[in-house]
């Protein structure tokens, strides 16, 4: 990193002091990006990003300010640590309720997740990364099944990012970072019917270019490509009325995301994203409630190597480690930063995250899953007397609170007399969060265990942030479907 | 603030750079503004935040291989490492089939009244008591706590094409929201948007939000089943909209949109017409050229509820054999604002026109999820205040419902349109859109079971 802006960065954090800010950080961020977008075979563009900025949180007279700048100079440096200081204080003088942050063990520290020698995002040539892509897309192009697949949609983004946050109580994280994103849009199409079906394919990870081998993405995309072909063309209609639910990891994870990590992130529970992502049905009192049942432990782990939501130091510098947000039913830890935890008077789970130089930290999920149980994937069928398996999910929906859900299965099939028969069309899963983790009675063993990854939104401005989630699979008795 | 970098120079530079690597067409942006924001919950400030940019964008081609690049990291070294880089990047990728060039002028840009507000500067000052007038407003409501943002912008925009466009427009804006609570479940929400300083009026917006919550106190759970909707301007710049939305060609070809092979066929009823307008006073999408450097206008989307066209860039255009409309994005064509032709109805005869059917009255909704983007089906959530209309009036307030249906019913079974219009962008909005109140008959709603 240059050390121009390593001073620039230093050198804002002395301005602050000396313009009274009882705490004051600069995180400076450096991050290039190169993106491939190839639509139907063809390739619409090729792109390079190249980010560099710094951004000042201030803690003043019990208020926040935050500014950012990207042009690289004293002046710029001045003024935004200025303003930011000014506006705190000038906000903190109008709260009633002065903020402040939680105490917490200073680091001064530098990790880094990158890619595989000669793998590294700026290490492959471009031209490889786009003849693979290209290759993916043929496979789907040329793909023998009884549906036609006339709409795809793919784009790889690779990313290094380097990030060096400082503050003035002597905090210092140095970080390098290497990801790797696939996204994709297949849709499948029944040329007698016309009948359609969509699949949304998204792949992440810490690391470089292995992670396609990783994936092994050309027989991930193939399979599921295919799959999307008999759901199009064979699936028969979803049973309604009381029935019983397995799920796969791909669902799990959606519902370990939404129902369970949303509603657990602290600033949601006091209010703070009230105007925008929404508030939480889980409420401080509430810790130590039972809301699952004893086979549902959720736990959100930042430090799980190659994940996409890896860290080991939060963007407030506090030591990450797994929160168990549900442990045998019970709620038990919430998403802190260092602010939603002095609220509460407790310590940050070091969830604090900001997406890019110009963000604030706020408490965000990294990698979140549901504990895998003790038992084999067959013995989760053997007494279902009628139900679905929903291996994957196309539509979710959920309130702002995060207490009425709605899943829509992809890949699905009939469940009769214990043996998993054929496909079923778009069953409906749409209950509660306390009647979902409550029906849960059986969950399938770690060697099940499967990561999917997300770009989870939340905040004003957006921040996007790479998540992991995930599970095994599990067992949720007597669901009604309508 | 001397040491500021020179837009002029550094669109110079590139232009020298991309024109010395061989590249075929170019077009270059740069673009510096500085962003402000107050944002409040439990009806105090949480945070207040200000960003200063630079960002410089590039789009250009090579024997029909098409780049971009987008740089905040603007010292010298890096613009040229950057373009160099993009030379190599263009050298190894296959060309693209779908590329027909930029606009190429010469252009003559359109004058759009309200861009910039002169007055602007006083505004930094006003804002805290701004934010804390809307709160209080929504506090003589009888709210008990409001969270929202207040964010606001003074922007310059440059471009420069390979073909003679070379060209500048500043603007400022600001978008307000406020959401306020009685209690946990009983909240009601607003927005005030707009160019022009000198017009806001939040306290209008926490009034509103504190009325809703009012009225949204004591809501039970609702029931499933066929509703006639009348929808708030900010439901309907969502749900309504999202299908005006949707006439973009490359959202047809990559199979996230209705409306393939929809063109000149009818999807609404007579009283619906749409257009994409980059020209309205006052619209927070409103800009004299688009990111090829091509004249914006106003383009209809939807007349009389015939599908009459997409929005087009040069190459979607020309694959159309139609012109461009002035919509280029960086990859794809971009709605500037979004404009729904008022209907003849107040608010009061649109709900006379409920009498006798069951309707719901939805003043705000999120989370809008799709199960197909090429049928349209999909699911959203409705918050804050919702109602049942009993014989004309807004009566019991209802929760935990879910509107479950099709994009293509939404816009097909309109039966009135609201004559008072409402610019929304918000949280869930991102295209500014111009719209009224919306009744719709026919729609599934459905509920969770407990």
């Given at each position: 990193m240059p050390s121009s802006s390593y001073d620039l960065a230093e050198k804002a954090i002395e301005e602050g002091e000396k313009l009274g800010a009882q705490y004051i950080e600069a995180r400076y961020v450096n991050s290039m990006s190169n993106t491939s977008i190839l639509k139907n075979g063809v390739p619409e563009l090729g792109a390079i990003a190249r980010s560099n900025g710094i951004g000042i949180r201030v803690l003043k007279d019990g208020g926040v300010g935050f500014a950012s700048f990207n042009e690289m100079t004293k002046e710029e440096m001045s003024i935004a640590v200025a303003f930011a200081t000014k506006m705190a204080e000038a906000t903190g003088k109008r709260r009633s309720k002065k903020i402040v942050f939680s105490d917490e063990k200073i680091h001064d520290v530098k990790f880094e997740a990158l890619g595989e020698s000669g793998k590294r995002p700026f290490e492959v040539d471009p031209e490889a990364k786009i003849n693979r892509l290209m290759g993916i897309d043929k496979l789907l192009a040329e793909l023998k099944t009884n549906a036609v697949i006339p709409f795809r949609f793919f784009q790889m983004l690779d990313e290094t990012e380097r990030k060096y946050i400082i503050t003035n109580e002597g905090a210092k994280i140095e970080s390098e970072i290497d990801r790797l994103q696939l996204f994709g849009i297949v849709v499948a199409v029944?040329?007698?019917?016309?009948s359609k079906e969509q699949i949304m394919i998204q792949k992440g990870k810490t690391g470089g270019l292995e992670s396609l081998d990783y994936w092994k993405i050309e027989d991930f995309v193939t399979k599921e490509a295919t799959k999307l072909g008999k759901i199009v063309t064979e699936s028969k209609e979803a049973p309604t009325g009381i029935i019983d639910y397995v799920v796969g990891p791909n669902v799990i994870g959606i519902m370990c995301h939404e129902n369970t990590g949303h509603p657990t992130e602290g600033d949601r529970i006091l209010g703070r994203e009230g105007a925008q992502a929404g508030e939480s049905y889980l409420k401080e009192d509430m810790i130590g409630q039972q809301i699952g049942s004893e086979h549902v432990t959720i736990i959100d782990d930042p430090t799980i190597e190659g994940s996409y939501g890896y860290y080991l130091y939060d963007d407030e510098g506090v030591k990450a480690g797994p929160r168990y947000l549900h442990n045998k039913g019970i709620f038990e830890e919430m998403l802190h930063n260092r602010e939603s935890a002095a609220w509460m008077g407790t310590n940050s789970t070091a969830a604090a995250r900001a997406i890019g130089f110009n963000r604030e930290p706020i408490p965000r999920m990294a990698n979140t899953y549901l504990a895998p149980g003790t038992f084999e994937y067959e013995e989760l069928f053997e007494d279902v007397k009628l139900g679905v398996f929903m291996n994957n999910f196309t539509e979710w929906n959920i309130d702002d609170r995060r207490y009425q859900s709605k899943y829509v299965g992809l890949e699905a099939y009939l469940i009769e007399n214990g043996e998993i028969k054929h496909m079923v069309r778009r069953p409906v899963v749409e209950t509660t969060t306390p009647k979902l983790w409550g029906s849960v009675d059986a969950v399938a063993k770690e060697k099940y265990l499967e990561f999917d990854a997300a770009t989870c939104g939340k905040g004003d401005p957006m921040q996007g942030a790479p998540v992991y989630h995930g599970g095994s699979f599990m067992r949720i008795r007597n669901v009604e479907v309508r | 603030m001397g040491n500021k970098i020179d837009i002029k120079n550094i669109l110079d530079l590139t232009a020298n750079k991309l024109n010395s690597l061989e590249f075929d067409d170019f077009a270059i942006t740069a673009n510096r503004g500085n962003r402000s924001q107050l944002r409040f919950a439990d009806s105090q400030i949480t945070i207040a935040k200000n960003w200063a940019s630079l960002e410089l964008g590039v789009f250009a081609s090579k024997d029909s291989k098409t780049v971009a690049v987008e740089i905040q990291d603007l010292s010298e070294n890096s613009i040229i490492s950057a373009l160099e880089s993009l030379e190599k990047l263009a050298k190894s990728l296959p060309p693209n089939q779908n590329y027909f060039g930029i606009s190429d002028g010469p252009f003559s840009y359109p004058a759009i009244e309200y861009l910039a507000d002169t007055d602007f500067v006083e505004f930094h000052d006003r804002s805290i008591d701004q934010v804390e007038g809307a709160i209080n407003a929504a506090e003589a409501e009888g709210a008990k706590r409001s969270a929202g943002v207040l964010a606001w912008e003074v922007k310059e925009e440059h471009l420069l094409s390979s073909k003679g466009a070379n060209v500048s427009e500043n603007s400022t804006s600001y978008e307000f929201s406020i959401r306020s609570f009685i209690?946990?479940?009983?909240s009601g929400a607003d927005v005030e948007v707009g160019r022009l300083f000198s017009k806001v009026d939040f306290e209008r917006a926490g009034t509103r939000a504190g009325e809703i919550a009012k009225m949204a106190i004591g809501g039970t759970n609702g029931d499933p089943g066929k509703y006639n909707i009348l929808l708030e301007p900010r439901v309907a710049a969502d749900v309504v909209a999202a299908t005006p939305g949707a006439a973009n060609p490359f959202m047809v070809d990559i199979g996230m949109s209705w409306l393939k092979d929809k063109i000149g066929e009818p999807i609404g009823p007579e009283l619906v017409s749409v257009y994409d307008d980059a020209l309205l006073p006052n619209g927070l999408g409103s800009k004299s050229f688009d990111e090829e450097g091509h004249p914006t206008g106003r383009n209809v989307i939807v007349e009389k509820g015939i599908l009459k066209g997409f929005i087009h860039n040069t190459s979607t255009a020309k694959k159309a054999g139609t012109t461009s409309t002035g919509n280029a994005g960086l990859v794809l064509p971009q709605n500037s604002n979004v404009f729904f032709e008022p209907g003849e109805h107040t608010f009061e005869e649109l709900l006379e026109l409920t009498k006798g059917k069951p309707t719901l009255y939805i003043t705000n909704n999120w989370y809008t999820r799709f199960t197909s983007y090429a049928d349209g089906i999909f699911s959203s959530i409705p918050r804050d205040g919702m109602f049942i209309i009993k014989n004309g009036e807004v009566s019991e307030p209802v929760r935990e419902l879910r509107i479950s249906d099709t994009m293509g019913n939404i816009f097909k079974n309109i039966t009135a349109l609201g004559k008072e219009i409402k610019q929304i962008k918000s949280w869930e909005v991102n295209v500014p859109t111009f719209i009224p109140h919306v009744l719709i008959e026919d729609i599934n709603i459905s509920a969770a079971t407990k």
């Open positions: 029944n040329p007698t019917t016309g | 209690d946990e479940t009983s």
